[in-house]
């Protein structure tokens, strides 16, 4: 059995890598994301001038 430490640690490099593969996976996502939530707003009927505004209020990752 591990000493605590050993065991803590072990989990907070685990941790950072899961933490690493879920940003890779985010942003390899993003424009795709994006694009669904655009094209799902106009399909709602909302005109695009609401969707653009809306979009702009999102936070800055959202974008990069």
Sequence with gaps: MPRSGDLLGFIG???SKL???GNE???SNR???RGYILVER???GADRWSV???DSKR???FWS
């Design 31 to 33: 424009s795709m994301i």
């Design 59 to 61: 936070p800055d990752w």
């Design 19 to 21: 933490k690493a593969k």
């Design 13 to 15: 490099r685990e941790w």
């Design 25 to 27: 996976i985010l942003a």
């Design 52 to 54: 653009l505004a809306t």
């Design 42 to 44: 106009l399909w709602r």
